[in-house]
Nanobody, 122 residues
Framework: VQLQASGGGLVQAGGSLRLSCAAP????????MGWFRQAPGKEREFVAS???????AYAGSVEGRFTISRELNKNRLYLQMNSLRPEDTAVYFC?????????????????WGQGTLVTVSS
């Protein structure tokens, strides 16, 4: 089952965007979920993770600006991004982990979405 990320776009520095991730026909209520991003010419990096109980973890670069959440009854994952900076420009991917606890390791995720592009202009 492919995860479907959406909500990316072009925004000015200081602005906000909300990314969504859906998993049609599949539930990940017992799994942790996460967001990663990959900027041009750089490796994919961890952004945020949420456990099946709702505990969250963030990369230091987004702590206090981004908020990860999920709606279990709708099988959806979100990433609210505020105070965006040009360095947040990247393709953002949602993913479902193998386990139920938060994790920043991409190897711990077994299902990935296709990515949505976020561009922050200065």
């Amino acid at each position: 089952v492919q995860l479907q990320a959406s909500g990316g776009g072009l925004v000015q520095a200081g602005g906000s965007l909300r990314l969504s991730c859906a998993a049609p026909g599949r539930t990940f209520s017992n799994n942790a979920m996460g967001w990663f991003r990959q900027a041009p010419g750089k490796e994919r990096e961890f952004v945020a993770s949420i456990s099946w109980k709702g505990f969250t973890a963030y990369a230091g670069s987004v702590e206090g600006r981004f908020t990860i959440s999920r709606e279990l009854n709708k099988n959806r994952l979100y990433l609210q991004m505020n105070s965006l900076r040009p360095e947040d420009t990247a393709v953002y991917f949602c993913a479902a982990a193998r386990g139920s606890s938060t994790t920043s390791r991409s190897s711990e995720y077994r299902q990935w979405g296709q990515g949505t592009l976020v561009t922050v202009s200065s």
